[in-house]
Every structure is written in C-alpha cells, then in structure tokens.
C-alpha cells in the first residue's frame, strides 16, 4: 500500500519557522513531482510549492513565494517544506502529494492543482499564533 506521511509539524509563534517532511511509503517516488498543498478551516485547499524529480526545478504559489522553500533528497526518498516567516493565516493542514509527472510544468501548466497529483498525504497541523 503506497502512503505518504507527512511530519514536522506544530504549533510555532508568529515570526517562526517549521520543516515538514514528507516520506513515501510502499513504493520510492524519486522519479517523479513532488508538492506541498495546505487547507485551513472552512477554505478550499492550496497549492504551496512543486518540485521536479531532480530537485533543480520549483515553483511556489505568490502566497508563499520567498519565506517557503521546497526541497528534496531522493537518497532518503525524503520531500521538505522550510517554512520561515510564518503568520497566522499560515495555520492549516498540510498536505504532501505525489505526481503524475516528473517535472514542475507538464501540458501547459505548472503542477498547482489537485487533479496534477496521484497520491496524496493525510496531512500535519501547522498552528501559527499570534
């Protein structure tokens, strides 16, 4: 049964910054995209950040562009999240996922939405207090 696990999180104060971590279960997705979404209460879930299976390619949502930093190690079939800077509306779950292609940009698009993926996390809370 293939799993992604995600990890790392918490309840961190404003100003702070937390690593998530994603490990894959039941099977390696070194070969493939891999991304970081979000969903906060009563909102619809977000795309965060991409990365292509080399780990030389990204792509953030504006949201988040310049405090947040997706990373990979496929040695340790491991993905990565640093999240700096965090802010309240940081707080949500957090999701990893797992794509059904090898680069950030496939069929015209970025990888930013959910239908780009095939496997998905069940996520970890961020908190983020004021």
């Known amino acids: 049964q293939v799993q992604l696990v995600e990890s790392g999180g918490g309840l961190v104060q404003a100003g702070g910054s937390l690593r998530l971590s994603c490990e894959p279960s039941?099977?390696?997705?070194?070969?493939?995209?891999m991304g970081w979404f979000r969903q906060a209460p009563g909102k619809e879930r977000e795309f965060l950040a991409v990365?292509?299976?080399?780990?030389?390619?990204?792509y953030y949502a504006d949201s988040v562009k310049g405090r947040f930093t997706i990373s990979r190690n496929n040695a340790k079939n491991t993905v990565y999240l640093q999240m700096n800077s965090l802010n309240p509306e940081d707080t949500a779950v957090y999701y990893c996922?797992?794509?059904?292609?090898?680069?950030?940009?496939?069929?015209?698009?970025?990888?930013?939405?959910?239908?780009?993926?095939?496997?998905w996390g069940q996520g970890t809370q961020v908190t983020v207090s004021s």
């Open positions: 996922a797992a794509a059904g292609s090898s680069d950030t940009y496939c069929g015209g698009s970025y990888l930013s939405r959910e239908r780009d993926y095939n496997y």
């Open positions: 039941g099977r390696t997705f070194s070969s493939v995209a």
């Open positions: 990365i292509n299976w080399s780990g030389d390619s990204k």
